[in-house]
C-alpha cells in the first residue's frame, strides 16, 4: 500500500528488510525511486500506481546495491536514472546483482535489474517535469551514494543512510570509509536544515519532524565512536532489536574491524 508522507510524495514498504519505495506525482507522471523488492511486491507497486492513476514518467536508484535497482515490467521503460558513479558500478557488478536477485528477490525479471543510465554530468536536478528534486551525491555506503531532496515538499529521500533499524554501513572499498560517512551525514544534516518535515530512510520507518535530528544524532554518534575507537553500544544491533539480528551484529563487527584497520 502506498501512504501519502507529503504532498504527492508516497512510500510503500516491504515485508524485506522494510525496504521503501518512493513515488513523486509529476505534472506528465510519476518518479519512482528504489522500487522493491520481490516481484510480488514490485506487481502490488504497480497495482497501486494503477489506483493513483499515474504512469512512471522517470525511475531512480540512490545506489548500486541489489535492492535498490529493481524493476517491474509493468512500470514500463522510462529512464531509469543515478549517478555515474553508481551505474559504473552496477553495470561492473551486473551478473553479482542478477545473482542476488535470483537468490533473494523471486519474480524479479533478471533482464530488468541495473538497467540505469547516468544523469547529465553536473546535473544539480532531476530532468523531469515534477516537483523540482535535487540530487546529492557523496561517498556513504556505496559508489555514486545519492539522496534527493525535493525542496517544495520538505522530503528528503535518503537512500541507506538515517534509518531507524540499519546502523551506517560504509562502502569498505571507499578511500576513507568512516571519514566520508561523517562528511555525508553532515551534507544530509545541511540539507535537513533546509526545512525537510519528512525524511524517507531507504530501510525502515518514515521520520517527521524532530525525529529528524534524533536520527542524524544516531548515525553521527554511531559513525564519531567508531572513529575514537570505542564501540557505541547502538540499540539498533541489541540482540533484542526487532530487525536484522540475524545479520546487523555482524555488519557492525565488520565496521569496527574497519575503524581499527584505518
Ligand atoms: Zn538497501
Redesign the pocket.
Known amino acids: 500500500m502506498l501512504t501519502e508522507v507529503a504532498d504527492g510524495v508516497f512510500v510503500r514498504q516491504s515485508t524485506f528488510?522494510r525496504?521503501n519505495a518512493t513515488v513523486v506525482r509529476g505534472d506528465e507522471g510519476a518518479l519512482l525511486v528504489d522500487p522493491g523488492v520481490d516481484g510480488r511486491d514490485l506487481a502490488d507497486l504497480a497495482d497501486d500506481l494503477d489506483r493513483l492513476g499515474t504512469g512512471v514518467v522517470l525511475g531512480f536508484a540512490t545506489h548500486p546495491?541489489w535492492?535498490?535497482v529493481l524493476w517491474h515490467e509493468r512500470f514500463g521503460t522510462p529512464r531509469r536514472l543515478a549517478t555515474a558513479a553508481c551505474v559504473g558500478a552496477a553495470h561492473a557488478l551486473r551478473t553479482r546483482l542478477q545473482e542476488r536477485v535470483a537468490e533473494l528477490a523471486p519474480g524479479v525479471a533478471p533482464s530488468l535489474v541495473g538497467r540505469i543510465v547516468p544523469l547529465p554530468a553536473d546535473a544539480a536536478t532531476l530532468p523531469w517535469s515534477g516537483p523540482e528534486v535535487r540530487v546529492s551525491e557523496h561517498q556513504a555506503h556505496a559508489p555514486g551514494h545519492a539522496a534527493l531532496l525535493i525542496p517544495a515538499r520538505g522530503v528528503l529521500i535518503a537512500g541507506?543512510m538515517l534509518s531507524d533499524v540499519e546502523i551506517p554501513l560504509f562502502d569498505p572499498d571507499g578511500d576513507d570509509p568512516l571519514g566520508d560517512y561523517a562528511l555525508a551525514i553532515e551534507q544530509l544534516a545541511a540539507l535537513c536544515a533546509e526545512g525537510v518535515a519528512t525524511l524517507v530512510p531507504?530501510?525502515g520507518a518514515v521520520a517527521a519532524g524532530a525525529e529528524i535530528d534524533a536520527r542524524i544524532g544516531a548515525d553521527r554518534s554511531y559513525v564519531r565512536a567508531l572513529r575514537s575507537g570505542t564501540d557505541p553500544h547502538d540499540p539498533r544491533v541489541d540482540p533484542g532489536a526487532s530487525y536484522g539480528s540475524d545479520w546487523l551484529p555482524e555488519a557492525h563487527e565488520r565496521n569496527m574491524g574497519l575503524a581499527r584497520n584505518r
Do not use: I, V
Request: glycine fraction near 12%.
Open positions: 528488510c525496504s546495491h535492492d535498490h541507506d531507504g530501510h
